[in-house]
């Protein structure tokens, strides 16, 4: 049986996830993403810290860090995986002047040789995977409710991921009328599912399980080693335990930024 990924394995796949949306430029101590182009897109525009053993260095990295995007007109960002229990990179960085969040991720799996997950009939209901001449759809989903300053940010990762030959983009429709969606990135034959969303009046009726089992058989069409995602709130959380994603890990990420 295939196994789910270790949270090593799961956060190098995330790498796919920013080269779609990204161009990059390595570091010895990880990576820096940035597009221009979608300036106030956060995914799109950060560094990654992917060694935090040398924490002596991090003056240096963040200087570097904030060099590197003010000279490309945007706001310096830094990511990285905590260690557990361990807060003493974020408080150097807030000496030094940078701003902080943490939050907490769960990462779930599910692999292909697994059982599919059970759906039940959702009345409407129709799902496919969308190209670009869909993104208004899509953006229906995303952007709704949201500024104007939101709908250019997501209408620029979404032109992406459509666009990208390594990306399904799935689309759930209710008598027609986009109702839920998430991109599922494919990357050494796993799929990490991306902003899963339904939008709130067609909430509760099944739809995002029906998505989500939907992947899942894309996943097997394409002979691939399985699916994985991360939530923030355990609403979600149970929803995708019911349809057979397997807890991986739940890790802590710091978000670091520079105002001004």
């Known amino acids: 049986m295939q196994a789910i990924p270790t949270i090593q394995e799961v956060i190098l796949l995330q790498r796919a996830f920013y080269e779609v949306l990204s161009t990059s430029e390595r570091r010895p101590w990880g990576t820096m993403w940035a597009n221009p182009g979608n300036p106030n897109s956060h995914d799109s525009n950060h560094a990654d810290l992917e060694d935090t053993r040398p924490a002596q260095r991090l ?8 060099e590197w995007y003010r000279a490309r007109g945007l706001q310096p960002r830094l990511r990285f995986y905590m260690p557990p229990n361990d807060g003493d990179l974020v408080r150097r960085a807030e000496e030094l002047g940078w701003k902080s969040a ?4 769960t990462f779930r799996a599910w692999p292909s040789s697994a059982d599919l997950g059970d759906r039940w009939p959702v ?3 129709t799902l496919s995977v969308v190209g670009p001449d869909q993104l208004d759809g899509l953006l229906a989903v995303h952007s709704e409710g949201g500024d104007a300053e939101t709908a250019f940010r997501h209408r620029g990762v979404w032109a992406a991921l459509s666009a990208h030959p390594g990306v399904d983009c799935l689309l759930a ?10 991109a599922c990135v494919w990357s050494e034959g796993w799929g990490n599912a991306e902003d899963v969303a339904t939008r709130e ?4 009726r099944g739809v995002c399980r029906a998505m989500l089992c939907y992947a899942q058989e894309l996943a097997v069409k394409r002979g ?7 939530h923030v709130e355990e609403g979600p959380g149970r929803i995708y335990a019911a ?17 001004g």
């Open 201 to 204: 009046r067609f909430r509760r």
């Open 102 to 105: 943490i939050q907490d991720q």
């Open 123 to 125: 009345p409407g209901l």
């Open 224 to 230: 691939g080693s399985g699916l994985y995602l991360y």
């Open 59 to 66: 003056p240096e990295i963040l200087r570097e860090v904030a």
């Open 173 to 182: 429709r209710i008598d027609g009328e986009p109702a839920a969606s998430l």
């Open 243 to 259: 349809v057979g994603f397997q807890f991986v890990a739940t890790v802590r990420q710091a978000s670091l930024w520079l105002e």
